[in-house]
């Protein structure tokens, strides 16, 4: 069989990779194929309680959507959980933001969406470099409303109670608005919980906080039809802190001086990457876009000139 011919060979990183998401779609939310199937694959949670990166919604271990929730859920409960936070470390610096390109579940959603055959657009340089920093902002923000609540938790009990309470939601999962796979496969679901309780629509209208914030993912979403990775490039906490990261990593992209000819005679790669990394502006020996390549390697897969290669160390 003539691979060439089914085009198979070209694109065989974004074959692999969407099989690698699928997987990983499943084992992160399992619970998604319990309710379409109506079966019990609870026994999975002794598998997913050895791997904290990737946690189910429903993993005691998680008690939110991933590993950097449960990070900033424990420092709200006066714990720091240094294991955790050293284990992040340690899979980024080894392995990028391969996790964001590959393995996270709303990395896939919307790839699903940029998939649509729809002509993409790109945001204006100046104004994408600014949207950039939005995600910094949020996770500043964060840390200066938990850590007060994580350091009186045991100084000050009273102070904490009233604290806590009164940040409601952000005490409890200090991510549940601004992490859209928190809000997706928990906060979401415990409100649809809510409403078939209650039999009522209350628990969307009451709020009009959280009201605004499903349209604006709603929209965020459909959104990504013609930003590819929109919520990745300018909201995601987990983007921010791994990008912040992931500058310094053992793995890297690099660009052949001797087989790259430069933007004006191709300039392919940057039009193919989906966060509109100025992949020809970085240097040669190796290149992270400021830490913001998700390691998808559609550069690579799309590179005429076979320039691009994967570097180590």
């Given at each position: ?253 690099s660009r052949s001086p001797v087989r790259c000819v430069g933007r004006t005679d191709c300039g392919i790669c940057e039009k193919e990457c989906p966060k509109q990394i100025r992949i020809l502006d970085e240097p040669y020996e190796f290149f992270t876009g400021k830490g913001e ?21």
């Amino acid at each position: 069989m003539d691979l060439k011919k089914l085009n198979v060979r070209d694109h065989l990183i974004t074959i692999v990779r969407r099989i690698v998401q699928i997987i990983a779609f499943v084992l992160v939310n399992y619970i998604i194929l319990e309710l379409i199937f109506s079966i019990n694959l609870i026994g999975l949670e002794s598998i997913l309680k050895i791997l904290p990166i990737l946690n189910s919604p429903r993993n005691p271990l998680s008690n939110g959507a991933g590993i950097l929730e449960f990070i900033f859920f424990s420092i709200t409960e006066g714990i720091i959980p240094v294991f955790l936070i050293g284990i992040l470390i340690i899979i980024i610096i080894f392995t990028a933001r391969f996790f964001c390109g590959w393995i996270c579940p709303i990395g896939t959603i919307q790839d699903v969406c940029a998939a649509i055959p729809t002509k993409k657009r790109i945001i204006k340089p100046s104004r994408h470099k600014s949207l950039l920093k939005i995600k910094y902002v949020i996770v500043i923000f964060i840390v200066i409303l938990i850590i007060p609540l994580g350091t009186t938790a045991i100084a000050n009990p009273a102070f904490y109670l009233d604290y806590r309470n009164n940040l409601g939601d952000l005490g409890n999962k200090p991510l549940s608005y601004f992490s859209l796979s928190e809000y997706i496969f928990v906060f979401f679901p415990d409100m649809v919980r809510e409403i078939f309780q209650t039999n009522t629509l209350d628990p969307i209208f009451s709020n009009l906080l959280v009201f605004f914030i499903s349209i604006f993912y709603l929209i965020l979403i459909i959104a990504s039809v013609w930003y590819p990775r929109i919520y990745c490039r300018y909201i995601c906490p987990f983007a921010a802190v791994s990008s912040a990261i992931s500058e310094y990593s053992f793995l890297k992209l690099s660009r052949s001086p001797v087989r790259c000819v430069g933007r004006t005679d191709c300039g392919i790669c940057e039009k193919e990457c989906p966060k509109q990394i100025r992949i020809l502006d970085e240097p040669y020996e190796f290149f992270t876009g400021k830490g913001e390549c998700n390691f998808c390697l559609k550069c690579k897969e799309k590179c005429p000139y076979d320039a691009i290669n994967i570097k180590i160390g």
